[in-house]
């Protein structure tokens, strides 16, 4: 099931978060955009791993980023967050349907069989 | 980010009928989608559905659990995700019929703090209010 934006992400966005690394890296950027520097400060792992991992991140399209001198800003794209859980509604949605379905197929089923 | 997606149905069936219903390929065609779908652990089969604006209609799976006609299980996931999913169909027996849980899980959590941003019916007023906030905020 792809999740395409106008922007056509290339990274799956569920492979992004299904790191922990980047999952973590996500919840620091809920607070806000944040720096590379301050993003790599709490965890005991190198800048160019996390660099990496941003990297992960931003071809998926769930963060974007700014430089700003010699620094590079990363921020939640929010918006992209919001179509992972449209995904999941749909499937919600699929399965409301065909449970429908379901039943009307049963009970039409036992009606031949009584006919 | 919802985790699992649960749905029980009470079905005045009984399971050995809910179980035929939900393993042979031509009843799957008729209430679920187009399949190749075969009720043996390992079979890998195709499902097709209507494509929608962010899915081409193609789901894929492979059959893990085969216990009839108590449980039914297998993957889920769309054609371009590398990313699974498990569904996993229980007939429980009940007075006059069957209990049909479906649970569908395996979604990926996503950190609670970013959840709170989006689940809730206030979401979207949320994300239109969401880049200003964020600009006021210390970087």
Known sequence: MTLKTTQQADQDVFTAIAHPMRRDLLAALAQGERSVTNLTAPFDV???AISQHLGIL???GLVSV???GRERYYRVNAERLSEV??????FER???????ALEDYLDNMAADDDA | MKR?????RFLKHPPTRVWRALTEPEALARWFMSNDFQPVVGHRFTLRTDPG???DGVLYGEVTLVDEPHRLAYTFRGGMMRYETLVTWTLTPQQGGTLLTLDHTGFTDLPD??????????WRKFLAQLPAVLDTLDA
């Not at chain 2, 699992?4 to 029980?8: G, K, N, P, S, T």
């Open chain 1, 58 to 60: 931003r071809a998926s």
């Open chain 1, 85 to 90: 859980q449209q995904w999941v509604n749909q």
């Open chain 1, 94 to 100: 699929l399965w409301t349907q065909k449970l429908d």
């Open chain 2, 113 to 122: 703090v970013i959840v709170s941003f989006i689940i809730g019916s206030g």
């Open chain 2, 53 to 55: 604006p962010t899915f």
């Open chain 1, 46 to 48: 190198s800048r160019s």
């Open chain 1, 66 to 68: 700014r430089q700003q």
């Open chain 2, 4 to 8: 699992d997606l649960r749905y029980e």
